[in-house]
């Protein structure tokens, strides 16, 4: 069974950075696509980013496009979200995803495991 764990949240002021990091337990993790979603209170889910197997093909949310870079190590069995130029309006908890196909997509309901989330909050 596939266990997710996110760290790396914290506070930080707007214009800084902060990378997330997401370390995945379980086996063949190089076979999953894996991706970022966030959820701020009162708010719906929604798609940040994701990464194909083996980290050559991402996409992003135009809300984060040029800011954030998904990436992964696959020997490391984790998944990364550095995120620069911080906004109050990424103040969100993150989860990490994994889906068990080696396609990424940005339709949350298509990923299978998921993390508990880790909390960023940017303040202005």
């Known amino acids: 069974q596939v266990q997710l764990v996110e760290s790396g949240g914290g506070l930080v002021q707007a214009g800084g950075s902060l990378r997330l990091s997401c370390a995945h337990s379980g086996r063949s993790f190089s076979t999953y696509a894996m991706g970022w979603f966030r959820q701020a209170p009162g708010k719906e889910r929604e798609f940040v980013a994701a990464?194909?197997?083996?980290?050559?093909?991402?996409y992003y949310a135009a809300s984060v496009k040029g800011r954030f870079t998904i990436s992964r190590d696959n020997a490391k069995k984790t998944v990364y979200l550095q995120m620069s130029s911080l906004k109050p309006e990424d103040t969100s908890h993150y989860y990490c995803?994994?889906?068990?196909?080696?396609?990424?997509?940005?339709?949350?309901?298509?990923?299978?495991?998921w993390g508990q989330g880790t909390q960023v909050t940017v303040s202005s």
């Open positions: 990464i194909n197997w083996d980290g050559s093909t991402t």
């Open positions: 995803a994994a889906r068990s196909s080696s396609i990424p997509t940005d339709i949350d309901r298509t990923y299978t495991a």
